[in-house]
């Protein structure tokens, strides 16, 4: 318009110090302010409130310039009872079709939860994405995001990644829970790239916590495969790193550590984490554990900034957790998506009585000997007993290893990677690698200690059956095991699991019987009780 008014006053000359109140009449109203990205973030209900108020203005400003235009002239002038129904009548309409808008939006978000198990507590929340590519129609992603996600062979969300990208995007606190292997990582680092700028100022702007250093890893390379094409500094936070690294100087958008090593680097190498915009708590659970969570304190109380964007990751979220995490979380949106604390439905679970630890070797060496489908991945409780085992195995003619803590970190990364590459196809292991490892196509897995609770059972079993394909599970037990059998028979159960398991534990726990009574036929365990 200023240009406009500019090219009609040409060849005249026009004293606009004198006639600038007649120039502002001309000239197109400022734009208002409009923070595009928030609103395009925001729930449907939201989205329209702001749409109904800028149609409510425009129409207003419509009138107004209408009836300027016959300012005079106007029979309706002063018909106030006409224009005011005019008006309400207008304000009527605007506001049913509003209605209408937000409840077909809102039953089409149900219809999309529903259909992909995503149930959701908290107000407001942004609709679930139908597809990847909504990240570039409703989101302005970036183009790399896509061609990433393409690249990775990616081609739909899963329904973790659904909910929870919208979620985080629109910048809300989160706690999410997703079977084991449904593509968490990807649900939290995709906002968090396109959410923050790379770039040397600022300093770090996000932060993901992993309870292992192998998972820091794992997260890191997953993170520079997203980013791939965007100057990311990406940076895993290493021993040495931690202990010489001078944070002041080096240019770093994203750090992933575990907690002990990012504590040590906030007390000792005084990194600054004040303008930290996301902080990511994967495997949530494990790091409200004792002996993490002071360190998680002190990432918490360095992650300063106000606005900054808390989440929480996990395949199993007790309630003990997320009361203490929500003591930090400011209008958390809660997402769980199938059964809360639930293992994977893709794995196919079996207990087997084993009797003794003796009958525990009998029953590994006779599976490896019937059919030995690698790559497997044996667990055990303590460093000892991995110890233990791999001596007895090593000298079968199968290709095994093991990783436990008290290797070095270059021995530890070496089991990881012969595993993967399929030099090794028995890996025998401690629960440093139970969580989030995702060592692709892992046939079996076979627990030949109990493992200590039914979240420990879920991530174990959790390493195979993952991104759909299907998995195996082996749960050897003793009478010592007893006890404990119930936990892990309920998550059988709940996961569709046969449930000839818990009557057999129905009958051993009400009739205190042995369960020497119990043997596999087929996938399931099967119960005989004693004749009386
Ligand atoms: N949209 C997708 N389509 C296909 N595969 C995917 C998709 N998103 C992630 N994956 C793949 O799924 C596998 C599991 O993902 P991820 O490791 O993030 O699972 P997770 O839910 O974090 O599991 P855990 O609870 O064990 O940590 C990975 O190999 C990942 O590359």
């Not at 089409?108 to 597809?131: N, T």
């Amino acid at each position: 318009m200023e240009k406009a008014s500019a090219l009609l006053f040409s060849g005249v000359r026009v004293d606009r110090k004198r006639f600038s109140r007649e120039i502002a009449r001309f000239q197109r109203p400022k734009k208002e302010p409009d923070d595009l990205e928030d609103i395009a973030h925001a729930a449907p209900e939201a989205l329209l409130e702001v749409k109904a108020n800028k149609k409510e203005k425009k129409r207003k400003r419509k009138d107004k310039d209408s009836s300027d235009a016959v300012e005079g002239f106007s029979v309706f002038k002063s018909s106030e009872s006409f224009s005011s129904i005019l008006e309400r009548n207008a304000l009527e309409a605007t506001s049913a079709e509003n209605k209408k808008e937000v409840e077909k939006e809102t039953e089409k978000a149900s219809i999309l939860r529903r259909k992909y198990g995503i149930h959701i507590s908290g107000h407001g929340v942004p609709p679930p994405l139908e597809s990847f590519a909504e990240l570039s129609s409703r989101y302005n992603s970036k183009s790399y995001i896509l061609r990433n996600l393409s690249e990775l062979g990616f081609c739909e969300p899963t329904p973790i990644q659904r909910q929870a990208i919208p979620v985080l995007l629109s910048k809300r606190d989160c706690f999410a829970c997703a079977p084991t292997g449904s593509g968490k990582t990807l649900a939290f680092l995709c906002p968090m790239l396109m959410k923050i700028k790379p770039g040397l100022k600022n300093g770090v702007k996000a932060v993901v916590l992993c309870p292992t250093r192998e998972l820091a890893a794992q997260t890191a390379r997953e993170c520079k495969k997203l980013a791939k094409g965007r100057k990311f500094y990406i940076k895993l936070m290493t021993k040495e790193l931690s202990r010489c690294g001078d944070f002041e100087k080096m240019p770093c958008d994203i750090i992933i550590s575990t907690p002990l090593r990012l504590d040590f680097a906030i007390c000792k190498r005084k990194l600054d984490l004040s303008r930290v915009k996301y902080l990511v708590l994967d495997e949530a659970d494990k790091l409200f554990e004792l002996g993490f969570v002071e360190q998680i304190d002190s990432v918490v109380k360095a992650c300063s900034k106000t606005t900054v964007v808390r989440t929480l990751f996990s395949a199993t979220l007790p309630e003990t957790v997320e009361k203490l995490a929500s003591t930090v979380m400011v209008d958390a949106v809660r997402i769980i998506i199938g059964r809360k604390n639930s293992a994977s439905e893709m794995i196919k679970q079996k207990l087997l009585f084993a009797g003794s630890e003796r009958g525990k070797l009998l029953a590994i060496r006779q599976s490896f000997a019937e059919s030995l489908n690698p790559p497997v991945l044996v667990f055990v409780q303590s460093k000892e007993r991995a110890k233990e085992l791999y001596k007895e195995l090593a000298f079968d003619d199968i290709k095994v290893d093991v990783i436990h803590a008290d290797l070095s970190q270059q021995q530890r990364e070496d089991a990881v990677d012969n595993f993967r590459s399929g030099k090794t196809w028995v890996l025998i292991a401690t629960d440093v690698v139970s969580r989030g490892m995702d060592f692709k196509g892992i046939n079996c897995v076979i627990n030949f200690d109990f493992p200590e609770s039914a979240a420990a059972y879920i991530h174990r079993i959790g390493r195979s059956g993952r991104a759909g394909r299907p998995g195996q599970a082996v749960t050897f037990f003793t009478e010592e095991d007893k006890p404990f059998l119930r936990n892990i028979a309920n998550v059988m159960a709940a996961s569709g699991c046969e449930c000839l398991v818990k009557e057999m534990l129905q009958h051993v726990l009400k009739h205190q019987l042995s369960v020497r009574n119990c043997f596999i036929r087929g996938s399931v365990v099967r119960y005989v009780p004693t004749p009386a």
